[in-house]
């Protein structure tokens, strides 16, 4: 079945530092979507890209999904505090998401 | 967005006992979502709730440990029943309010099993 791969795992990197999470799936997506859990929350969601080849930002966060649609990658610029947490992406499967395992980001002050 | 309210907020619970969590929309939706997520893992679909027919099951996940009510479109209910301390886990209800494939979360119940 699909699946979606998150990498890394884990990642700890000094305030101020930039971050970088990457996601593919074994099939074309028809869409994927970033959320953000912060610790001891939930996730939120935070974008949905849909066309190839497509970037967004949002204030230091910048969002790719690749020309195949089939990967993906949310990229922070000079990480704050508040930057903390797990990024998830998830991609469509009929009407349910499929969510890869995660990056979780911590940050040395 | 969508307003989710889900209580209980965590809980303790005793082996064998059954926990009922519910989930409450501030507003219509089709789809509602049952998930597990284990401490530093990812989610874990358990479960779609159709209103007025039963809730579709993941793959390793069964209506008798997990029954799922949808009285109307905007309420869901999760049981997990016979509990055991595996079953201590953070359980999440959520909602595709515009059918975009994009999910709203609840706060979530953590859950204990002793």
């Known amino acids: 079945g699909q699946q979606v791969m998150q990498i890394p795992q884990y990642q700890h990197v000094q305030e101020g530092e930039d971050f970088t999470t990457y996601c593919n799936s074994s099939?074309?997506?028809?869409?994927i979507q970033w959320y953000k859990q912060r610790p001891g929350g939930h996730p939120v969601f935070l974008i949905q890209?849909?066309?190839?080849?497509e970037v967004k930002k949002q204030k230091r966060l910048t969002f790719q999904f690749g020309e195949a649609k089939k990967n993906s990658s949310l990229h922070i610029t000079a990480t704050q505090t508040t930057d903390v947490g797990t990024y998830f992406c998830?991609?469509?499967?009929?009407?349910?998401?499929?969510f890869g395992q995660g990056t979780r980001l911590t940050i040395n002050p | 967005s969508a307003v989710i309210s889900q209580k209980p907020s965590r809980d303790i619970c005793q082996r064998g006992t059954s926990l009922t969590i519910q989930c409450q929309v501030d507003?219509?939706?089709?789809?509602m979502f049952w998930y597990r997520q284990q401490p530093g893992q990812s989610l874990t679909l358990i479960a779609t709730?159709?209103?007025?027919?039963?809730?579709?099951?993941e793959s390793g996940f069964v209506i008798d440990k997990f029954p799922i009510s949808r009285p109307n479109l905007t309420f869901s209910t999760l049981t997990v029943s016979n509990m055991s301390p595996e079953d201590s886990s953070i359980y999440l209800c959520?909602?595709?309010?515009?059918?975009?494939?994009?999910?709203?979360f609840g706060a979530g119940t953590r859950l204990s099993v002793l």
């Open positions: 959520s909602v595709d309010r515009l059918a975009e494939n994009i999910q709203y």
């Open positions: 099939t074309t997506l028809s869409n």
């Open positions: 890209l849909v066309k190839s080849g």
């Open positions: 998830a991609g469509p499967r009929a009407q349910k998401l499929v």
């Open positions: 507003s219509q939706v089709t789809m």
């Open positions: 709730a159709n209103q007025g027919s039963e809730a579709t099951y």
